[in-house]
């Protein structure tokens, strides 16, 4: 058992201590968007024993004694049914009207227009971003909460990762913490922004980089429905990075010795990658797509492109896999007597999420109540593999991205999710989510010893110089 002194934060500080001890090396601003990395060091060991889990939690919720205060419980509860109907038809409404994004302007007036009606204070267009508004309503002084909505949809599969749950479940979060406030039970302010964009990780990226979290909240919830509940899934780091090979064009069947093989890089790019993979941490992720691989037949390609993503568990990794592919982009084009050129994406990493401990646990608590079974969390850390702009949130505030099941055995990006965010199942599973979500925003409002609590574990999780 842990001292005093190590209860109950420095317990969750440990459960992450292994990725610090294994860190590589940070990815300053400047690499985050240019092309260069610095040499890595030794691959990450996974042999650190870690403390069980529930074993932490136990001790953190003994320490904490989070009492749910039924009395704002009933407050929260009952200003989420009351919109429970106006809900459903936003969610529809935006199921219907896919949009894709930072082009997501029906979705930004529905909103913004159902907030301003609700009594909240809408800044639309926020932060220089079209499809981007905040929401807010406060009373006296406390803690600052904040909720995220998404809204955007994914080319050819409409709503396919059940955005417009994610819209709804912000809104009734937001509408749940209001109440709370208008009925005097708390003082603060509750802030929802709306972020577009998230399947481009774009948006949130923004805001981090625009401070909005920083200056704005103490803390920032949100949801994502699933085909299962987790309260600490896995969201992995990811970047992207567009490579372009330059030859020289020639007649392929009369003078192939004149021409140098664009295609041939690519190729040769590919091999390398396959070739590189048996050398990566089972964690990391390759893939990517050809974009041009040469335009006839009967000519030698003079220019082929392609676009890559790559994922490590933590931001702090991802240097590691961005040197090693650059050294196949250069080695490709050695090879084939090509010039290369590549862009890693200008906005920067999507950073792995760091989910609150604290949160987690409340939230969990509040879900159990409903009857809702979770993952493992051994179960929940193997199925990571996505990833969310909200992960640079949860870097600069204390956060929290439970997935929440909706009754579907699809995976998220497939026609049969898409089919399953505009069931009522679905509906009614996120009034519940939201319920909990917001409860759980609310208990920063309530109890301040709980407010230190998220914070404490987030500074143990977060070294300040990663608080960006
Ligand atoms: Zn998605
Ligand atoms: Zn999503």
């Known amino acids: 058992m842990a001292g005093p002194e190590d209860a109950p934060t420095s317990c969750f500080g440990n459960l992450f201590s292994a990725f610090r001890k294994n860190k590589q090396r940070p990815v300053t601003r400047a690499q985050q968007s240019t092309t260069r990395a610095a040499p890595s060091t030794a691959a990450p060991a996974y042999s650190e024993k870690l403390p069980a889990y529930e074993e932490c939690m136990s001790q953190a919720m003994e320490q904490l004694d989070v009492k749910t205060d039924t009395e704002a419980e009933n407050i929260v509860h009952s200003a989420i049914d009351k919109i429970s109907t106006e809900l459903r038809e936003i969610s529809l409404d935006l199921h219907s009207h896919m949009e894709t994004g930072m082009e997501e302007y029906h979705a930004h007036d529905l909103m913004t227009d159902y907030l301003e009606k609700k009594g909240f204070t809408v800044t ?88 909005a ?27 992207d990075v567009h490579v372009r090979f330059y030859g020289k064009a020639s007649h392929a069947s009369a003078a192939p010795w004149e021409g140098v093989n664009a295609l041939d890089a ?70 084939t007597g090509c010039k290369v050129e590549w862009t890693w994406r200008p906005i920067g990493v999507t950073k792995d999420v760091v989910q609150n401990s604290v949160f987690a646990a409340n939230y969990v608590k509040h879900m ?39 009754h579907t055995d699809a995976a998220n990006h497939t026609i049969e999710f898409t089919a399953a965010a505009r069931t009522p199942q679905a509906h ?27 914070k404490a574990d987030w500074e143990k999780t977060v070294p300040p110089e990663e608080r960006h």
């Open 368 to 406: 159990k109540k409903f009857g809702v079974e979770f993952l493992s969390h051994a179960e929940q850390e193997k199925a990571a593999g996505g990833s969310t702009d909200f992960g640079n949130t949860s870097y600069v505030v204390p956060s929290i991205h439970p997935m929440y099941g909706i």
């Open 124 to 211: 639309r267009h926020a932060y220089g971003m079209e499809t981007a508004f905040t929401a807010e309503y406060s009373r006296g002084e406390g803690k600052r909460v904040g909720f995220c909505s998404e809204y955007d949809g994914l080319p050819g599969l409409g709503q396919g990762c059940g955005h417009n749950l994610i819209a709804i479940s912000g809104l009734a979060a937001a509408v749940g913490l209001k109440a709370l406030l208008e009925n005097g039970r708390a003082s603060g302010k509750v802030i929802l922004f709306g972020t577009p964009a998230e399947e481009l990780s774009i948006g949130k990226i923004i805001l981090v980089q625009k401070e």
């Open 266 to 335: 690519m190729v040769q790019l590919w091999n390398n990658i396959s070739m590189m993979r048996q050398q990566l941490m089972p964690t990391d992720r390759v893939h990517g797509v050809v974009e041009d691989g040469g335009k006839a037949p009967n000519v030698i390609p003079d220019y082929t492109s392609a676009f890559f993503f790559i994922r490590t568990t933590k931001y702090q990794q991802i240097g590691r896999l961005m040197e090693k592919m650059e050294a196949c982009f250069n080695a490709a084009a050695l090879a």
């Open 213 to 239: 979290f920083q200056k704005t909240v103490d803390v920032c919830l949100m949801l994502h429905p699933a085909a299962y509940h987790a309260d600490k899934a896995g969201m992995i780091a990811v970047n």
């Open 428 to 454: 009614e599973d996120t009034i519940i989510a939201s319920k909990c979500i917001s409860m759980t925003g609310a208990q920063v409002l309530l109890d301040d010893a709980f407010y230190q609590a998220v």
